[in-house]
């Protein structure tokens, strides 16, 4: 007998619907797209199905681990928790709380325990040195988006389904399958607008397969988008296109922004871009004229020197257009669990302060309490008061995620204390002392509590867990909260049900609700499933975790509806068209306009759509066929170079040789490297991606370039040399 099981795939922001079989004695049978998927439809990438492969993986942790005799060998979970207090506390007593740093990955933004339970442990552990995954990635759009409309997740989403042009920079969904707006099946949607009639223009210094499907490529420059964006802004202004439409209402600061603009002309901004003035104009105009268009950029926006200006000025001709908040448009969502766009009070917000401390050693502000991971490792190995000597990574892999990974390497092997909450020994947890395994994705329930913010239609899907837990497993909620505990000093022995109780609490406490009603209200249920079900209850729909039960294919809430003035929590009540900050920092973008080509090479990165990060290179069916950590380099490039089967690449940091894969897809001048790759380090327990090791492409990445706004690691358009291997 098999059963089916529907649920969420955990692995993107793209959110499908899965359809699971499970035999009696609970193995994994077919998995495909769930047909009846409110959202999805049955769409599936190759990576949704490997969820199998996943569970079943050999390397995969299922104890804990400890250092012994310099050795990691499985441990008891008392014996693990029991390690990190007897280690933890005196290093906390010697040197103080701020020599310990945590450090987020992203798999914890698809998971509810990482999402809703990290924060206990950073706030028992009273550390100002907290770093993420968030700050190698999408920070300078959170910064735009929290100065623009007052709330770090308030991004407004291209309308996908309704638009008539969409101007995309950055972003290569064909393959990412979409991010900081979620819909499954991305390449689907972007075909039905050219099936109707509209355009898809793809800004991208390479030929990607997004590019290559949509109406026009526009080859850029690595690191020149907000030259292009303000370019454009210009043309507006001086061609009089600019018409705010219906959210005009609502915006301050146009002036300041045609001031801003007024030095950036096509012609001024062409030889920077490597984009002819002609074709500013035009996408300017087009823009423009489109019935309705939403401009729309990722991570090839964010992660470069002008990140932020670069997202600002995503958002600022999204609103010269009229395209705010109109269907068709860029719109914000309403997420059925409640968002900051949806709690407190309307046009009321505190603002956001950004740079409220600085980092040690370099001085760099902190965004949003934290500092920038590209800061992590000289935190570590630059001896002083303050110095990190112990860290807390939390399902993340910085030692090949982050700009110079050397030198972070070297710096994990020095720490008195490095614990991972991890669910394999990679090139990061193999310098743990203490691993504490993360369950099995089918052993948990999931609900999308992050990228339902950012869903480009308004859906609620909760999928229970597929498979009981795992003998001897430990959820990850439970693990944090006793990591929380620990750093509290209530002992390696406490209950996590303690901080879970002061969790749900601390919730209805800020919903002006009453504790012990909610708690009694929500009964039995405890854990990420409790905190889930009041937010649901207390968000826009007033919906409840049962209610989300009786749907497995999930709860179609309809398409995205004009907010405005309502969404905003600005302290002004208004969009703020111009924030100082960001309108400061143009001065600095001004300065960089006589930078031209200069017959050196820059690397750019590539996802691919069978990896995911540095983490899923252990799936054989999606690692083998043809090596894909390869340098790609142009034809014209690779003669003038007399380019081999190799490439020996260095930048100011680092130096590696990687396989040569010639191709018209690059620029000129441009060379591309994918990252998450080198997997054959001493100790790395991961027995398929060491067959298929590839190089770490952060080997490259220079750890002193970044957004100063934002302090985003930059990995697109890093100075590199080319030679023959
Ligand atoms: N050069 C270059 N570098 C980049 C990027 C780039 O484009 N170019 N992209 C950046 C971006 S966008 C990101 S998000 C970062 C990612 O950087 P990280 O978040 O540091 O790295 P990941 O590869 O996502 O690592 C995820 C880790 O989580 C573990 N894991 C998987 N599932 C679970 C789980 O359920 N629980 C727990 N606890 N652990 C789990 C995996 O084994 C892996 O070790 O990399 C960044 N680095
Ligand atoms: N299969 C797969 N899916 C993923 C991931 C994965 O690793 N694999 N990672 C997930 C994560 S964590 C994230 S953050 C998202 C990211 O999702 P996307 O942003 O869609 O990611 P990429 O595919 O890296 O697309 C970035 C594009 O920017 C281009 N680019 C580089 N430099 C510049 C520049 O200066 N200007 C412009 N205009 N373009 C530039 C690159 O050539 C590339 O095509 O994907 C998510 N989905
Ligand atoms: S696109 Fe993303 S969510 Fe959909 S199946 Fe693939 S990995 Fe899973
Ligand atoms: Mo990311």
């Known amino acids: 007998m098999t059963a089916t099981h529907f649920r969420t795939c955990p692995l993107c922001e793209a959110t499908c619907g899965l359809s699971i079989e499970v035999g009696d004695d609970g193995t994994i049978g077919r998995i495909r797209g769930d047909m009846d998927d409110v959202f999805s439809h049955g769409f599936i990438c190759p990576k949704g199905s490997t969820v199998k492969q996943l569970h079943e993986d050999p390397n995969r942790l299922r104890t804990p681990m400890i250092r012994r005799d310099g050795e990691l060998v499985p441990a008891t979970w008392d014996e693990a928790f029991a390690e990190v207090e007897r280690r933890l506390m005196p290093l906390i007593g010697a040197h103080g709380r701020d020599a310990v740093a945590i450090y987020l990955g992203n798999p914890n933004v698809h998971n509810l325990s990482g999402l809703l339970y990290p924060r206990f442990f950073i706030r028992a552990m009273g550390t100002r040195n907290i770093y993420s995954a968030s700050t190698i990635d999408q920070r300078p759009k959170e910064v735009s988006s929290g100065l623009m409309f007052g709330a770090m997740l308030s991004h407004p989403l291209p309308d996908l389904d309704r638009t008539d042009y969409v101007l995309m920079l950055g972003a290569n969904p064909y ?155 860029a719109m914000w969502c309403k997420p059925a669990a409640g968002s900051p766009t949806t709690r407190g009070k309307p046009r009321f917000g505190r603002g956001v302060k950004l740079g409220r401390s600085h980092s040690r050693v370099r001085g760099l502000p902190e965004t949003y309490s934290e500092f920038p991971a590209a800061c992590l490792a000289e935190e570590i190995d630059t001896p002083g008061d303050g110095q990190v000597r112990a860290l807390f990574v939390l399902g993340g892999n910085p030692a090949l995620s982050v700009p110079n990974s050397g030198r972070l390497q070297a710096a994990l092997g020095t720490l008195d204390l490095l614990v991972s909450v991890d669910i394999y020994v990679n090139e990061t947890s193999r310098h743990a002392d203490v691993i504490f395994p993360a369950p099995s994705s089918l052993t948990r329930g999931h609900y999308d509590l992050g990228f339902y913010q950012l869903s480009i239609r308004n859906v609620a899907n909760y999928s229970p867990p597929v498979l009981p837990p795992e003998p001897d497993a430990m959820d990850e909620w439970k693990i944090l909260c006793k990591l929380a505990l620990i750093a509290q000093g209530m002992g390696a022995d406490a209950d ?230």
């Open 496 to 725: 996590p049900a303690v901080v879970d109780d002061l969790a749900i609490r601390g919730m209805a406490e800020a919903a002006g609700r009453d504790p012990d009603e909610v708690v009694a209200e929500l009964a039995p249920r405890v854990g990420p499933e409790r905190l889930l079900d009041f937010m649901l209850r207390t968000g826009p729909y007033g919906l409840t975790l049962d209610q989300l039960l009786e749907h497995p294919h999930g709860l179609d809430l309809g398409p995205m509806e004009p907010r405005l003035p309502d969404v905003l929590r600005t302290p002004s009540g208004m969009v703020e068209l111009a924030p100082e900050p960001i309108v400061a920092d143009v001065e600095r973008l001004r300065a960089s306009l006589d930078r031209r080509a200069n017959g050196g090479f820059v690397l750019i990165g590539r996802r691919q759509v069978r990896s995911n990060n540095s983490w899923m290179h252990n799936v054989n069916v999606l690692v083998k066929g043809k090596a894909r950590c390869t340098l790609q380099v142009h034809p014209d490039d690779a003669a003038r170079l007399g380019l081999g089967a190799d490439a020996k690449v260095s930048s100011r940091v680092g130096a590696l040789i990687a396989p040569v894969e010639i191709t018209d897809a690059v620029m000129p001048g441009v060379v591309s490297l994918p990252h998450g790759w080198g997997h054959d380090l001493p100790g790395v327990e991961l027995d398929v991606a060491r067959a298929h090791a590839g190089v770490n492409s952060n080997v490259l990445a220079d750890d002193t370039l970044f957004d100063p706004i934002s302090g985003n690691a930059v990995f697109n358009g890093i100075p590199v040399e080319i030679a023959p291997a």
């Open 175 to 329: 393959e990412s399958n979409g991010s900081l707006a979620t819909a499954p099946d991305w390449p689907g949607r972007l075909e039905a607008i050219q099936g109707r009639g509209g355009k898809v223009v793809v800004v991208d210094p390479r030929r990607t397969k997004t590019a290559e499907a949509a109406s026009e490529h526009v080859a850029i420059r690595p690191g020149t988008d907000a030259h292009l964006l303000l370019a454009m802004v210009h043309v507006l202004f001086a061609d009089g296109l600019v018409d705010l439409g219906a959210a005009g209402e609502y915006v301050t600061g146009v002036e300041t922004v045609e001031q801003a603009a007024r030095e950036f002309t096509p012609e001024i901004v062409s030889p920077v871009c490597g984009i002819d003035a002609t074709t500013i104009r035009r996408l300017a105009h087009d823009l423009a004229g489109a019935p309705t268009a939403c401009v729309y950029g990722r991570i090839g926006t964010c992660t470069q020197e002008f990140g932020t200006i670069a997202s600002w000025l995503v958002d600022v001709l999204n609103t010269l257009t009229g395209n705010l908040d109109r269907p068709g448009g």
